[in-house]
């Protein structure tokens, strides 16, 4: 149980294009997903919080209208890389929790595969 | 705030021998703690986690038990295989912080036959 299917898994543009990125919780809901973005043998840095129905909440230094988050429903949450170039290319994982502060807090975060988002 | 700190890598090891990957912790009240595993080009799989002092999480012949006193959250394995070869993240997520997950750097280790 708890899978998280991530698509697409690789993408290749030209700059200038915007790039859609899908999250979905396959067989359970999930009230909170989260983006994140991993540099190359690096950690990952969480970008946003979104909770189905409200506005995403990002971190300190990301672009919000440059990244923009929806969570339409429990089972999707889109990632939109507007406009994108070059220094945008990057690791995108997604992940979706059960939980949503509580006595929910303590459920894990499930991970999609990722997607390699590689702008020319 | 939190914050996680675990080894840095690569740790190389032959078939069969011992892992411990170290990991510690600064939180504020009791965090539940995890241990994910990225393979290439993927995301990140649970491998484990505790959610109270003493707690200790298994899977696949990994395990790590939660201890406060020393704010640690080690990961352990007794006879690695090959397929063990990933990086391997250290995580705790907070109440206060909304199930918000922080991440150690991430530890790379390398099984070779």
């Known amino acids: 149980g708890a899978v998280v299917s991530q698509h697409p898994s690789r993408v290749i543009c030209k700059s200038g294009t915007s790039v859609k990125i899908e999250c979905r919780s396959l067989d359970f809901q999930a009230t909170t997903m989260f983006w994140y973005r991993q540099f190359p043998k690096q950690s990952l840095m969480l970008m946003a919080t979104?909770?189905?129905?409200?506005?995403?909440?990002?971190e300190q230094g990301v672009e919000k209208d440059k990244f923009l988050i929806n969570h339409a429903s429990l089972t999707l949450s889109t990632l939109t890389v507007t406009s994108a170039h070059p220094e945008d290319s990057s690791f995108y994982i997604c992940?979706?929790?059960?939980?949503?502060?509580?006595?929910?807090?303590?459920?894990?975060?499930?991970f999609g595969d990722g997607t390699r988002l590689s702008i020319l | 705030g939190d914050s996680v700190t675990q080894m840095e890598g690569p740790v190389t090891l032959s078939e069969e021998a011992f892992l411990t990957i170290n990991c510690t912790y600064t939180?504020?009240?009791?965090?539940?703690l995890f241990w994910y595993v990225q393979y290439p080009g993927e995301g990140l799989q649970l491998l484990l986690k505790?959610?109270?002092?003493?707690d200790k999480g298994s899977n696949k012949g990994f395990e790590a038990t939660y201890r406060k006193e020393t704010t640690s959250f080690h990961l352990e394995k007794g006879s690695v295989q090959v397929s063990d070869s990933a990086v391997y993240f250290c995580?705790?997520?907070?109440?206060?912080?909304?199930?918000?997950?922080?991440f150690g750097g991430g530890t790379r280790v390398l099984v070779k036959p």
């Open positions: 505790a959610t109270k002092a003493d």
């Open positions: 992940s979706a929790s059960a939980g949503a502060g509580g006595r929910m807090s303590n459920q894990p975060q499930h």
């Open positions: 979104s909770n189905e129905g409200s506005k995403a909440t990002y």
């Open positions: 939180a504020t009240g009791y965090p539940s």
């Open positions: 995580a705790l997520s907070g109440k206060a912080a909304g199930n918000k997950l922080t």
